[in-house]
């Protein structure tokens, strides 16, 4: 699970640099398949060896010309609510300001753990801009130059300090953890309660901690299903809620935690280009995915939407053509007694399993059935294969040159997996490795 680190402050104290700086010193994840999504406002890096996604709330600021103060607040408010922690950002160059004052007094109130670093402070000579920040009695204040590097390995290394120990939240036995992702009014809430009231479903809610968002845990025939984060979904009336940058952070934070996302699209609006980042994300995360065009009881011409709703998928969310989709409402209940059954499916696939023997006699076909090209002077020649692990189901091949296997042959063995194994509806990785050593 990594940690939701969200960068807040004022406009144009440097939420930004600070961001890309983060970014450029804590290494991407490394990954054999690179990552779909390429956003300003949302990066997964590593920090001294601990998952983060880090935020960038700059990305959301409200044009400074408006002087939105209060929307300011509204996104603070918000940061604090879902992040793991946040950094407040201050201008040193400018001073302390009244705003940072408010904003402070805020996360102060809010019991949650945030740190203070005061921006533009470029060198040692300057830090005497940062008495007034002293004086708040915030502990400790860390002076950091963003564009230059001043002081910013050092926050790292106190900000990994404070972050917990990466580790893989143990799927629970015999359950399917649901998340239910989208934009602001797509109808989220309205289908968890739909969900929640369906026939012969048992719901049974776990005590939140501050850590942990509150779940549910439904019984539908005799299978249980824990809907991640049913809390936020449901909390309402306040304005930060309708901000659509921030749904984003939520979709990202029920995806750390879920098997299988439920992407809600509001069929009226078609597919937005957030959907489908979004999207890009559960398959970035490995997640399986469910398209949901809730609000179908809206649509007169159905057929002809369906057919547009197909092209804008081809269109948008290529990447993803194994998500299975399905049009609902949760007004009427109109199909949504299938989304259960779907889920199932789903899962089964996700968490399937393969002998090894099975694996080599497919890798073994399909090699044979189109025989890999040659690189240099010898043929690319793969070994053996092996599923490495599930959820999703993850393929690890070992050839004299992996780094020579071109995409679209790689594309193919994963194709030829999916295939054999029936794996149609979820991510299927492949990866390739050299053969280790000692067997060379
Ligand atoms: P959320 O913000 O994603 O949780 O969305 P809500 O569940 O609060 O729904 C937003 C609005 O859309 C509400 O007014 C709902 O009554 C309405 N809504 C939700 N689902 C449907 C649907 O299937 N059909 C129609 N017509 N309206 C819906």
Same mark, same amino acid.
């Given at each position: 699970m990594s940690a939701l680190v969200a960068i807040v402050g004022r406009?144009?104290?440097g939420k930004s640099t600070l961001f890309n700086r983060l970014v450029g010193y804590n290494k991407a994840m490394v990954d054999d398949q690179p990552g779909v999504t390429r956003d300003r406002n949302y990066a997964q890096v590593k920090v001294r060896g601990k998952p983060v996604t880090l935020v960038d709330t700059g990305g959301f600021d409200p044009d400074l010309k408006a002087g939105l103060t209060a929307l300011v607040r509204e996104q603070t408010m918000m940061a604090l609510e879902e992040a793991d922690l946040t950094v407040f950002l201050a201008d040193g160059r400018q001073g302390l300001n009244p705003h940072d004052r408010e904003l402070l007094d805020l996360l102060r109130r809010s019991g949650r753990p945030f740190l203070l670093a005061v921006n533009k402070i470029d060198g040692p000579e300057k830090e005497a801009a940062l008495a007034d920040f002293y004086a708040l009695? #915030?502990?400790p204040v860390w002076p950091v130059s963003a564009a230059h590097g001043y002081g910013v390995r050092d926050f790292i290394d106190y900000l990994a300090g404070l972050l917990p120990e990466? /580790? /893989?939240?143990?799927?629970?036995?015999?359950l399917v953890r649901v998340g239910v992702i989208g934009r602001p009014n797509v109808g989220k809430s309205s289908l968890v309660n739909r969900l929640l009231g369906e026939e012969r479903t048992l719901v049974a809610e776990t005590p939140g901690t501050t850590r942990d968002p509150v779940d549910v845990t439904v019984e539908h025939r005799g299978r249980f299903y824990l809907l991640v984060d049913t809390a936020g979904i449901r909390r @309402?009336?306040? #304005?930060?809620? @309708?901000l659509e940058k921030y749904s984003v952070m939520r979709a990202l934070k029920s995806l750390e935690r879920c098997d299988v996302a439920l992407l809600l699209v509001d069929s009226v609006e078609g597919i937005t280009d957030q959907d489908a980042h979004v999207a890009g994300y559960a398959l970035d995360r490995g997640r399986g995915l469910i398209l949901v065009f809730n609000k179908?009881?809206?649509? @007169?011409?159905q057929r002809a939407e369906l057919k547009k709703i197909k092209a804008s998928l081809e269109l948008k969310m290529k990447f993803l053509s194994f998500a299975p989709f399905l049009s609902v409402s949760a007004l009427t209940?109109?199909?949504?007694?299938r989304i259960f059954g779907l889920i199932d499916e789903v899962f089964a696939q996700y968490s399937f399993r393969a002998p090894t023997g099975q694996v080599n006699r497919v890798l073994e076909q399909a090699v044979l059935a189109h025989i890999p090209p040659y690189v240099g002077r010898s043929r690319l020649k793969f070994y053996y294969g092996t599923q490495v692990s599930t959820r999703p189901p993850t393929f690890v091949l070992f050839a004299n040159r992996p780094d020579k296997v071109h995409f679209s042959y790689q594309r193919y063995l994963t194709n030829s997996f999916r295939e054999a194994f029936g794996l149609d509806k979820v991510p299927v990785r492949v990866l390739l490795r050299p053969r280790p050593k000692k067997e060379r």
């Open positions: 406009p144009n104290v009695g #915030v502990e990466a /580790e /893989e939240e143990t799927p629970p036995e015999g @309402k009336g306040r #304005v930060s809620l @309708k179908w009881d809206l649509i @007169k011409d209940g109109l199909r949504t007694g």
